[in-house]
């Protein structure tokens, strides 16, 4: 595994299940993780359960749908040293429901979250990669992209972050910045157990993969730290299915 030592990482939903031990095995190797999340109190704790441990984190409280505040915010970074070397977008949620049955508000909430916040990150650290002609960007879509029954918005902001992916991985790799998606399965989470479906969900992913167990968030932590690894350099555009063989 690459040194992250001397690097910034931005991970958004950094508060959340996957997001959380993403930051950690980012810390683990050296780099300074700025944990973003819209839940303060969440970014917070995930940052404190870091430094306790003698690593290096801060936390910031950070709506991804509103592209002045992300500017800002990353602005902000620059301005005291944190210019983020890495990109990881963890944040976003499902509203799920049958076509027939979805609202204007559940489809707009779950585009704005997963795809137009995942723009809006990666157009505040954009120009900033650029000028350092560096970056690593890794965005978490989900195996929904590939279309999923009562998901039409969150597979439709999904396959949204696949494009927008490989169109930054189209546009940025001349400067030395790398853009790849992770899309995983079903991932072990806290926020995933509290479902009262908690049980017959779990049933059915393990029934489609191949690999007979749920994912756990470290199932996808290894494949981000590769992915923000000085070593892929030459690994961008890629969509990297972390779903135990569970595809569409
Ligand atoms: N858990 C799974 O099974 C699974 C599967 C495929 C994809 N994903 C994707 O992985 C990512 C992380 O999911 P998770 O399972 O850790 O979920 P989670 O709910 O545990 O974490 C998501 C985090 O995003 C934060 N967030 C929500 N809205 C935000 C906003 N506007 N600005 C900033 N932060 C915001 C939440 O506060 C939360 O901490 C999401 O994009 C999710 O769609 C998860």
Known sequence: VDS???????????????????????????????????????????????????????????????????????????SVGLMPDILLTAHGFPQDARLVDMTAQNCSAVIDVCLSGTYNCIKAVAPHMIARQYGRIVTISSRAWHGNPGQANYSAAKAGVVGLTRSVAKELGRYGVTANTIAPGLINTPALRQLSTFDSISERAIRASSVKRLGEPEDVAEVALFLCGRGAGFVTGEVVHVSGGRFG
């Open 4 to 78: 992250l030592d001397g690097q910034t990482a931005l991970v958004t939903g950094g508060g959340g299940g996957i997001g959380t031990v993403v930051s950690r095995y980012f810390a683990r190797v050296g780099a300074t993780v700025v944990v973003a999340d819209i839940s303060r109190s969440a970014a917070l704790k995930v940052a404190e359960s870091l430094t306790a441990d003698d690593l290096k984190a801060r936390s910031l409280e950070l709506d991804v749908t509103s592209l002045d505040d992300v500017m800002g915010a990353v602005e902000n970074l620059v």
